[in-house]
């Protein structure tokens, strides 16, 4: 199943674009085997992708594959559970978790500069299962608190005497 949450930050511009005709015909959300794929019929541009990912224009007409949840979401969720569990290869660093979302503005793009959150008319799809199994997966290994200066080892500055007992242990 599929959530969407839709956020209009300018009521007016919204109504203007749809009064005028650019959203009237709008967007098709679908689910096939877990993947969704999205058709832009309006002629508003619409952008998707995650806030981590590349940005993608829809192209009006064209049905796309919008969540690969089988094909890229499953894949990287297992390798995300062996590095981080260690089952795995472990990395230095942790393997983050994939991303359930996938988020879609209508007229503009977002970057680094200009957040989705400030375009004008902005959505999120969320897939239900995607985020079910990263809920269920964070309450099975919650991440480790975080390390506090208690926590660490402390040590004095080197003095006179230190600097001799090293010089001695590499004599012998």
């Given at each position: ?10 009521l007016s511009v919204f109504y203007k ?156």
């Amino acid at each position: 199943s599929l959530s969407l949450s839709l956020s209009i930050n300018q009521l007016s511009v919204f109504y203007k674009a749809f009064t005028s005709g650019t959203l009237t015909r709008g967007l098709i959300i679908q689910e096939e085997n877990g993947d969704v794929f999205a058709t832009r019929l309006c002629q508003c541009a619409v952008f998707f992708g995650d806030k981590r990912g590349v940005l993608t224009k829809l192209e009006r007409g064209v049905k796309v594959k919008i969540f690969d949840f089988n094909g890229k979401f499953l894949p990287q969720y297992y390798q995300h559970i062996r590095c981080n569990t260690g089952s795995g290869p472990t990395n230095s660093v942790l393997d983050p978790l994939p991303n359930a979302d996938v988020m879609l503005s209508f007229g503009q793009r977002w970057d680094d500069k200009r957040p989705i959150e400030k375009t004008l008319i902005w959505a999120k799809v969320i897939h239900m299962r995607a985020r079910q199994l990263m809920i269920d997966f964070t309450q099975m290994f919650p991440p480790p608190p975080p390390i506090t200066n208690e926590d660490c080892i402390q040590f004095s500055e080197s003095d006179p005497y230190d600097r001799l007992a090293d010089a001695f242990s590499l004599a012998l």
